[in-house]
């Protein structure tokens, strides 16, 4: 099997300043991929880069052996992308938003699942009110909430670990175990170590 995420010679231009160039990974199925730099070093513009959302200045992205402009579509069936941002709707509830993110991602937008999901995150009992009241760290929680519905094979993560208490942060890290246990595979930006158990395979790209 092709490895399912590969970045070959990427380059970045933002304006007339070369951000990164010569990056080269091979991420396959079961493995994390922590992105780390200095703020501007260009990992949020990576992160863009590889889910399609920005052209590389040189180079490409390959999906399952596929470059990415040709596998878009499927790959967008397998894809879970969080930016730096919660991005909730803060007129809405924080099941309402993850509910609404189910269905645009292909979904099926289960009420008990969610509700689940929300109280795993550390949500009990702020699952309706309005996300505008929420802590940033609620407010992360509630995005992350997203992650173990459904079965999307890679997740792309920006800085997903800002604004996590301990437990929290605990919690993330079991999904991501969980996640890559089940052939799944991440990519984040984390300017800390992520704290995965022994035997699982993390790769570490410093731009």
Not at 132 to 152: E, I, K, N, V, Y
Request: with cysteine; hydrophobic share 50%; net charge positive.
């Amino acid at each position: 099997m092709s490895a399912g995420l590969e970045l070959r010679d990427l380059a970045c231009v933002r304006g007339r300043r070369r951000l990164f160039r010569d990056v080269n990974v091979t991420l396959p199925p079961g493995q994390l991929l922590r992105v780390t730099g200095a703020n501007g070093a260009g990992k949020t513009s990576l992160l863009r880069m590889l889910i399609g959302l920005l052209a590389p200045a040189q180079g490409q992205v390959l999906w399952q052996g596929q470059p990415l402009p040709a596998a878009r579509e499927a790959f967008h069936r397998q894809l879970i992308y969080l930016g730096h941002a919660a991005a909730l709707k803060d007129d809405l509830s924080p099941l309402e938003n993850l509910q609404v993110a189910l269905r645009l991602g292909g979904v099926a937008a289960d009420e008990p699942a969610a509700l689940l999901a929300l109280a795993d995150a550390g949500l009990r009992g702020r699952e309706h009110v309005p996300a505008r009241t929420l802590s940033q760290g609620q407010r992360r929680r509630a995005a992350l909430a997203r992650l173990p519905l459904g079965q999307a094979l890679l997740w792309v993560l920006d800085e997903p670990f800002n604004a996590l208490d301990a437990v929290a942060n605990a919690w993330l890290l079991g999904l991501i175990e969980a996640q890559l246990q089940r052939g799944g595979m991440v990519v984040l930006t984390s300017h800390q170590p992520v704290a995965l158990s022994d035997g699982v395979t993390q790769q570490v790209l410093a731009l």
